[in-house]
């Protein structure tokens, strides 16, 4: 059964979350015309190719150990960091340990809509 997005004015405790396991790989916390928010979890060792967004992102680590790859290099994100992504900047995750983390990308229209 699909986990329900969050309605306006709802709330939702990231850290009970983070408990249930890794279990559900992600999780749209809530998407609207302009705003996607999603929980993730990666079993250490787990990893996403290099791939960009159309929008601006960030990816906060809300446990365990990520490192995301940009065309600077390595970066080590571990609990409590965030990252800011420009729109269309090409990158790949790495999960170090088990990590639970908040992806939130601002959705823009494209030509095609």
């Known amino acids: 059964m699909a986990t329900p997005h969050l309605r306006s004015g709802e709330i939702i405790n990231l850290i009970a979350a ?15 015309a302009h705003l996607e928010v999603i ?3 990666l079993v250490a060792g787990k ?7 159309n929008g601006p992102i960030t990816i ?4 365990g150990d990520l490192q995301i790859t940009v065309e600077t290099g390595k970066k080590a994100l571990r609990a409590g960091d965030l ?6 900047v090409p990158h790949a995750v790495l999960a170090i340990t ?3 983390f908040l992806v939130t990308m ?8």
Not at 47 to 53: D, G
Not at 60 to 63: A, D, E, F, I, P
Not at 83 to 88: P, R, V
Request: with cysteine; aromatic share 6%; charged share 15%.
């Open 18 to 32: 983070d408990e249930q396991s890794l279990t559900v790989p992600a999780h749209a916390l809530f998407k609207d």
């Open 39 to 41: 929980h993730m979890n």
């Open 47 to 53: 990893s996403f190719p290099s791939h960009h967004v």
């Open 60 to 63: 906060q680590c809300l446990s």
């Open 83 to 88: 990252l800011y992504l420009a729109a269309d």
């Open 98 to 100: 088990n990590t639970s």
């Open 106 to 113: 601002v959705l823009l229209k494209t030509a095609m809509q």
